[in-house]
């Protein structure tokens, strides 16, 4: 009797042990999501595409852009949903420093893809061929390739393929890469619709960890908000207002820096430091000595023309046919140009400097920086002042730090909005007519 009675209690022990250790033994491994999947790159971002078309529509029809129904959120949704793609969530990129690029958009319905591939034969020469013995779709032309299954669609161009396919094909849950796993923990631009992240190795040679930028746009221009953090902190403040030229941005070059720099100065070995170092030996500039002679404050503007009065001698014959030279003066045009730096009493040292290597000569009454027109010079305080017209620029308080630079004919804006420890935010305004023409922004 006993006997049966261990045997009953055995049996039960090893039916309730089966029945708690069911589920772990035959548990089915989750499906990777799209991020487990994602490539890593130089450069990755999301983008939320029908947000970020509805937030561009404005800014198209105030141009008249020809194309402008086809980036239309009404039209790109239709189009989705024909195609069995699901932009509602976001689109997922990744870039590299070769070239190569790459997007995983997520699929709704996988039977329709077809279909979209059929229609886009027709335009661009595509071939089946086999990566990893899974069929995808090739363009030789455009160097490019595309796979989908139920779940996703990839979109890559460059000449790796068979190390993306495995990495995207092969993923398992959870197996998110480190650099994907960072973006998407950072807090900033949580809330923004098209947002780029990079920790590029050779951008943290320099010392920055991390650039973020994300996408905003009005209805004349493409804003890029940007978001720095540097490894250490970067010994940078925006100080209080100091002096510079009126505010004004329609010069063809614009620069207005307010910098609290006493801390800057005692590290040489910071990267921007050593950056701003590295540019300057290109022209011998002495940047040591700027460094330690400057206080922050720098005011420059170029751009336009400026009418001044020019004396010269002319040779003429008096009553008596006599030759005698005679001192005229006359008004001529020069390019505008206008520039302003604090300094310490080591100001005049750095004057000294620039002129012993030649970068800044002197020609009665005037100065001239390398291929500048020539200037006059003004020691105003704390305060030197070059500019090319007759009368010196108007100068007011100020703690902007912004600028213009044009480029190949293009007018970049930009501004930094504040810089404290280890952080940068700023901008940068990109004219719409770039973007739309294709060529390479910078």
């Given amino acids: 009797m006993f006997r049966k009675v261990v045997i009953i209690v055995f049996l039960a022990g090893l039916l309730a042990g089966f029945l708690i250790l069911r589920p772990y033994l035959f548990k089915k491994e989750a499906p990777p999501n799209l991020e487990d999947r994602l490539p890593e790159g130089d450069v990755i971002g999301k983008a939320y595409l029908l947000d970020v078309a509805r937030e561009t529509k404005g800014m198209l029809y105030h141009h008249k852009i020809p194309f402008r129904d086809l980036f239309a959120p009404e039209f790109i949704l239709s189009q989705s949903k024909n195609y069995g793609l699901n932009i509602q969530k976001p689109i997922y990129f990744f870039a590299n420093e070769n070239g190569e690029w790459g997007s995983l958009v997520s699929v709704s319905d996988s039977s329709k893809i077809l279909q979209g591939i059929i229609r886009l034969k027709k335009v661009i020469a595509i071939k089946d061929t086999m990566v990893n ?24 161009h460059g000449a790796d393929v068979k190390i993306i396919f495995k990495r995207v094909t092969a993923a398992k849950n959870g197996d998110v890469s480190p650099v994907w796993k960072a973006f998407l923990k950072e807090k900033q631009f949580k809330d923004d619709r098209l947002v780029i992240y990079t920790n590029w190795p050779k951008m943290r040679e320099n010392g920055v960890d991390v650039a973020m930028f994300a996408h905003d746009s009005d209805s004349s221009s493409f804003f890029l908000k940007t978001y720095i953090r540097g490894r250490d902190s970067l010994h940078l403040s925006i100080k209080a207002p100091g002096k510079g030229f009126v505010p004004d941005m329609q010069g063809s070059k614009v620069v207005n820096i307010h910098l609290d720099v006493s801390e800057f100065k005692k590290y040489p070995n910071d990267p921007i430091y050593k950056l701003f170092a590295k540019a300057g030996k290109r022209i011998s500039f002495p940047t040591i000595d700027f460094l330690n002679a400057w206080t922050g404050d720098l005011s420059f503007r170029e751009g336009g023309t400026q009418t001044v009065k020019e004396t010269y001698i002319e040779s003429e014959l008096d009553d008596n046919f006599n030759v005698t030279e005679v001192t005229k003066t006359k008004e001529v045009l020069v390019p505008g140009y206008s520039m302003l730096f604090s300094s310490n009493q080591k100001g005049n040292y750095f004057i000294s400097r620039l002129m012993g290597k030649g970068i800044l000569t002197y020609e009665n009454p005037k100065y ?17 002042v070059f500019q090319s017209g007759e009368k010196i620029p108007k100068i007011v308080k100020s703690n902007a730090n912004n600028g213009v630079w044009n480029h190949k004919g293009t007018r970049y804006e930009f501004n930094l909005d504040s810089i404290a420890g280890k952080e940068a935010f700023g901008s940068l305004k990109i004219p719409v007519q770039k973007i739309i023409s294709g060529s390479p922004l910078f």
């Fill in 133 to 156: 013995d899974l069929k995808m779709y090739y363009s030789k032309k455009e160097n490019s390739y595309l796979y989908y299954d139920k779940s996703y669609l990839l979109l890559y």
């Fill in 368 to 384: 001239r920086f390398l291929y500048s027109p020539p200037l006059a010079m003004n020691k105003m305080n704390d305060y030197y």
